[in-house]
């Protein structure tokens, strides 16, 4: 091994006889040291497996091309490794063994490495593996353990949505020039991102230049794209050329298809001649808006389809049933469910704005019990004129009085039929059947204003949600509704930072939060899929969302009715045990699409045979 810069003779014979150590027939602890670091002129360090070191030294001893001990006697030690020692500074090395010399004492260096005294060696911030294969050096970056570096996160991450989050948020660390980058449209933004994955030597980025020059070239290739884009829209001078570009680079431009798609041929051609009066587009932005402004001058649709299923709904209840499912109807606690409560539920009925049967109260003091009689406990009281309340069941008890079970906001029971006044009541959760899949072209600065000012962690990310939704094509206003339940308006436990493992990691739809233990199991499953920032927690659950149900191949489970229920296969791959949780979600859902400036809303509503 070569000698630290400045060591007089005296250290030089002494890293000689620290060597004798390290090469062949140095003792039975030989085998115990696993790697050696060397640091060259620019302060770069380089990693070497020590067992490959000494077969390349010995292939130099016989004569033959050694190209691995060559590169690494021409650099200085700085650090030794054994199986448990981790990395210790070569300095403090010759440090002990000197004193040992002086002592006249026996020095074991193993013994000294992995004592727990000995002194860590810190790593430069560019660290590199060195290894000899087919006649050539590799060299590879590498993170040393327990460290992590904005180049070492770049050259890990293989999710394009957590890339371009890395990439804004190390951008000054990195030495990225974001102006032409902040140019691009939110797709523009992601496919740079992929690029960067894409682009990423098999070793990872050795430094920062190299990172740099792939990210200045796939940011002007994709500003050139969206240009052209932009370009081909702006020189669309009849509805026929409109239609024709916008088909075209809906894409890039981030233009919903999907909305379009559904307008009638008449408010098609409406819709595209407001888009060429509306030209020039000076950037895609303006282009954007003027897209969901035409749609929003169209008008909102509402699009209802019929989807049919090979089961009787009496089948589809008893299935259910057997997946023990819950509600916290009863009394605030999560019990199972009975029959009676996931009929109702279930039944698609009570959801399509059709006027089902209600009761109003009639008087004051009225009480709701557990059961049809007087001898159940009581729920609760109710005033003159509370309601109207859905009738979920009826009965009669042992003096002949009728019962009926009524729903109100938060708990089931029963009143008798004469306290009661019979009326009816529209049912309201239609959009448990809203298709979820394609964007809604939410403005992030309206979403941001308007449904997340004031809501915790979420406060301000509407950015992350938009992101999801182009990256998975999936309703950003699901998304957000999804994140405010989940996270109690973003205040949960899981949303605001759980430490596991030593990192603080987010969870922001509750996915793996099973019910037995739901902080620590959100909590791992947030450490294994690596959402250690509320943006990526809001991007990785998206993608669990659209590709294990929206998307997923084989379920298709598209709307909020098919996650919670899968009427193509009743009982299995089911999002949630509530009974309630597709109906709780509608309300959110419906007022957020209230906020918005345009939408298009299609509803598929599943019949049973």
Not at 130 to 159: K, Y
Request: proline share 4%; hydrophobic share 40%; charged share 20%.
């Amino acid at each position: 091994m070569k000698s630290l810069p400045g060591a007089g003779k005296t250290l030089f014979m002494l890293v000689l006889t620290v060597c004798c150590l390290l090469l062949p027939g140095a003792g039975a602890h030989a085998a115990a040291v696993t790697s050696v670091v060397t640091r060259d002129s620019q302060n770069i360090d380089y990693l070497y497996n020590y067992e490959d070191v000494l077969i390349s030294y010995t292939r130099k001893v016989v004569g033959q091309q050694a190209l691995l001990f060559d590169d690494y006697k021409n650099k200085t030690v700085v650090a030794v490794s054994s199986e448990k020692s981790g990395y210790i500074d070569y300095e403090d090395v010759l440090t002990a063994y000197t004193k040992a010399v002086v002592q006249k004492i026996p020095f074991d260096l193993v013994q000294y490495i992995e004592s727990g005294t000995a002194k860590k060696y810190a790593f430069s911030p560019v660290t590199r593996t060195v290894r000899e294969e087919n006649g050539q050096l590799l060299f590879s970056a590498w993170q040393p353990p327990g460290s992590s570096t904005p180049l070492t996160e770049i050259n890990a991450i293989t999710d394009n949505g957590a890339m371009r989050l890395a990439l804004e948020k190390h951008a000054q660390q990195l030495g990225l020039n974001l102006a032409g980058y902040n140019q691009l449209n939110n797709y523009g933004k992601t496919q740079a991102a992929a690029a960067v994955i894409i682009g990423r030597p098999p070793g990872g980025y050795p430094d920062t230049a190299a990172l740099q020059t792939v990210f200045t070239a796939v940011v002007d290739t994709c500003l050139s794209l969206q240009a052209e884009a932009l370009a081909a829209v702006n020189a669309a001078a009849t509805p026929q050329d409109m239609r024709t570009a916008i088909s075209a680079k809906a894409m890039l431009l981030e233009f919903n298809l999907s909305g379009f798609e559904y307008l009638t041929l008449d408010k098609q051609e409406i819709f595209l001649q407001i888009m060429v009066n509306s030209r020039p587009f000076a950037t895609v932005a303006a282009a954007r808006t003027a897209f969901i402004n035409a749609l929003q001058t169209v008008g909102v649709e509402k699009i209802i389809t019929y989807e049919d299923y090979d089961h009787t709904f009496s089948d589809a209840v008893t299935l259910q049933m057997g997946r023990n499912p819950q509600t916290d109807l009863l009394d605030g606690t999560w019990k199972t469910a009975d029959r009676n409560l996931v009929e109702w539920f279930l039944n698609v009925a009570n959801f399509v704005e059709e006027m089902r049967p209600a009761a109003i109260v009639r008087f004051d003091g009225v009480r709701m019990r557990t059961g049809p009689g007087t001898d159940f406990a009581v729920i609760r009281s109710f005033n003159t004129g509370e309601g109207p309340y859905f009738i979920i069941n009826q009965a009669e008890d042992s003096e002949g009085y009728t019962w009926y079970r009524l729903l109100t906001e938060y708990r089931v029971g029963w009143i008798r039929a004469d306290l009661l006044e019979l009326t009816e009541k529209k049912g309201d959760g239609l959009y448990q059947f809203l298709v979820l899949s394609g964007t809604t072209n939410v403005i992030p600065a309206e979403v941001n204003e308007k449904i997340l000012k004031g809501k915790g962690i979420l406060e301000g990310k509407a950015d992350a949600f938009v992101t999801a939704a182009q990256q998975y094509n999936i309703n950003e206003i699901f998304l957000i509704s999804l994140a405010l339940h989940e996270t109690h308006n973003g205040t949960s436990q899981l949303a605001t930072g759980v430490e596991y493992k030593g990192q603080i990691v987010y969870n922001m739809y509750g996915i793996g939060a099973v019910d037995q233990d739901p902080i620590n199991k959100g909590a791992e499953y947030a450490y294994n899929h690596g959402w250690f920032t509320p943006e990526a927690a809001i991007i990785g659950g998206a993608e669990f969302a659209a590709t294990s149900y929206i998307h997923h191949p084989l379920y298709k489970q598209d709307t909020l009715y098919k996650m919670r229920w899968n009427p193509a296969n009743p009982g299995a791959h089911q999002y949630a045990t509530d009974i309630g949780w597709a109906a709780k979600q509608v309300i959110k859902i419906k007022e957020l699409y209230e906020l918005c400036s345009s939408y298009i809303l299609r509803f598929a509503i599943p019949r049973y045979r």
